[in-house]
Nanobody
Framework: QGQLVESGGGLVQPGGSLRLSCAAS????????IGWFRQAPGKEREGVSC????????YYADSVKGRFTISRDTAENMVYLQMNSLKPEDTAVYYC?????????????????????WGQGTQVTVSS
């Protein structure tokens, strides 16, 4: 069974930046899509961004497009989420998750129910 471990969360002022990391082990990531999701108190879990680990194609939610960048390190089995221009509404627990790629486009499959393996989450708080 694979394992995902997130790190890099914290407290940051509005307009600031954070980089989240997701360390993956026990997966053959060449067959997986890795996604970042977030969940704020009282809200449903929502997709932020995802990446096809094999070809590097990416997808972003409209709310983060132009501010967040997802990337991967194929040698280290790591996925990163660079978050810039952070807003208070970005405050949430951020999770990385893995989905065995079914060949469909990322937009078609990027929903929490499609992802089978999850990390424990890391808190991101944007506040002055």
């Amino acid at each position: 069974q694979g394992q995902l471990v997130e790190s890099g969360g914290g407290l940051v002022q509005p307009g600031g930046s954070l980089r989240l990391s997701c360390a993956a082990s026990g997966f053959n990531l060449a067959y997986y899509v890795i996604g970042w999701f977030r969940q704020a108190p009282g809200k449903e879990r929502e997709g932020v961004s995802c990446i096809n680990f094999s070809d590097g194609s990416t997808y972003y939610a409209d709310s983060v497009k132009g501010r967040f960048t997802i990337s991967r390190d194929t040698a280290e089995n790591m996925v990163y989420l660079q978050m810039n221009s952070l807003k208070p509404e970005d405050t949430a627990v951020y999770y990385c998750a893995a989905d065995l790629w079914d060949g469909l486009g990322l937009a078609a499959t990027f929903r929490p129910s499609a992802f089978d393996s999850w990390g424990q989450g890391t808190q991101v708080t944007v506040s002055s």
